[in-house]
């Protein structure tokens, strides 16, 4: 595709309920990132995929939240039981490599996460 | 451990006037300093980077960037302002030896007519 797409745009659900938040990157990038941004506040690492494997889950916020990634290409962001503190913009980028390249990321449009 | 100020929450210009978004960052290695723009309820969109080179660096929209190695700073400027500039800019920086991006808490440009 042309860009990092994200799914859903919106999501509402309630407190305690599972949500599942998915990442189409641009082909071709090796490179797969996930962050969250609170309202008014910056963004916020989350993980870091290199093909299908994660070298780096330390910005996982808690063990209610784990991320994916098949064929180098789909990523995906679950989180078990919602709390309120999880609502925020949770955005995907890509890029051409990650570790030993400078290569710009390029962002999804998010996904807004609003828990009840 | 890196990290990423950026002291200003809003800036306020007039249009035609010139804007500086300022940044600075504290990495243990050599830098590479990254500007995005995220408008209204869309993602964040790349401007410009620093890799290494000319200290000053040409972005997207007319923008451009000055790296200072001595204040570690690397302001975002344009000549000229636009209402349509108007939007959350967000400076980055990753050190050569990592592929984390750390951003700055963000500053709110206005352009008023």
């Known amino acids: 595709g042309a860009g990092v797409s994200q799914s859903p745009s919106n999501k509402v659900t309630e407190k305690g309920k599972d949500v599942e938040l998915r990442c189409d990157p641009i082909?071709?990038?090796?490179?797969l990132y996930w962050y969250r941004q609170r309202l008014g506040q910056g963004l916020e690492f989350l993980i870091y995929?290199?093909?299908?494997?994660?070298?780096?889950k330390s910005g996982l916020p808690s063990d209610r939240f784990s991320a994916e990634r098949t064929g180098e290409s789909v990523s995906t962001l679950t989180i078990q039981r919602t709390q309120q503190e999880d609502s925020a913009v949770y955005l995907c980028a890509s890029s051409l490599a990650g570790l030993g390249g400078h290569n710009e990321q390029f962002f999804g449009p998010g996904t807004r996460l609003t828990v009840l | 451990a890196q990290s990423v100020a950026q002291p200003e929450d809003q800036v306020n210009v007039a249009e035609g006037n010139p804007l500086t978004v300022k940044c600075t960052y504290s990495?243990?290695?050599?830098?590479?300093l990254f500007w995005y723009v995220q408008y209204p309820n869309r993602g964040l969109q790349f401007l410009l980077k620093?890799?290494?080179?000319?200290?000053l660096v040409k972005g997207s929209y007319g923008f451009e960037a000055e790296f200072n190695k001595s204040q570690t700073s690397f302001h975002l400027k344009k000549p000229s302002a636009l209402v349509s500039d108007s939007a959350l800019y967000f400076c980055?920086?990753?050190?050569?030896?990592?592929?984390?991006?750390?951003f700055g808490s963000g500053t709110r440009l206005l352009v008023r007519p």
């Open positions: 980055a920086v990753r050190e050569e030896s990592s592929y984390k991006l750390i």
């Open positions: 620093y890799i290494t080179g000319d200290n």
């Open positions: 990495v243990s290695g050599n830098p590479y």
């Open positions: 995929f290199q093909g299908n494997s994660a070298p780096d």
């Open positions: 082909s071709g990038h090796t490179a």
